[in-house]
């Protein structure tokens, strides 16, 4: 992904069940996507983030991918 790629998000359907939607912001190898490449705002970066790892512990996503 680059930064051409905009990836628009609601934030209404975000929570830690929507792994397709969260799927979105995690690189091929497992890391989260950082702000300048997601181009989200500071505070939408923090929601996202917390709720990918809200995912992870709870077994939705996975902490590395293979």
């Known amino acids: 992904m680059n ?3 905009n990836i628009s998000v609601s934030f209404s359907s975000l929570n ?3 792994s397709n939607l969260l799927k979105k ?3 091929s ?3 989260i996507l950082p702000k300048f490449i997601t181009l989200l705002t500071p505070k939408s970066q923090r929601k996202i983030s917390k ?3 809200t995912a992870r512990i709870l077994g939705l996503l996975k902490f590395i991918n293979n």
Do not use: L
């Open 3 to 5: 930064k051409k790629d």
């Open 16 to 18: 830690y069940k929507n």
């Open 25 to 27: 912001f995690v690189r």
């Open 29 to 31: 190898d497992g890391r």
């Open 51 to 53: 709720t990918i790892k």
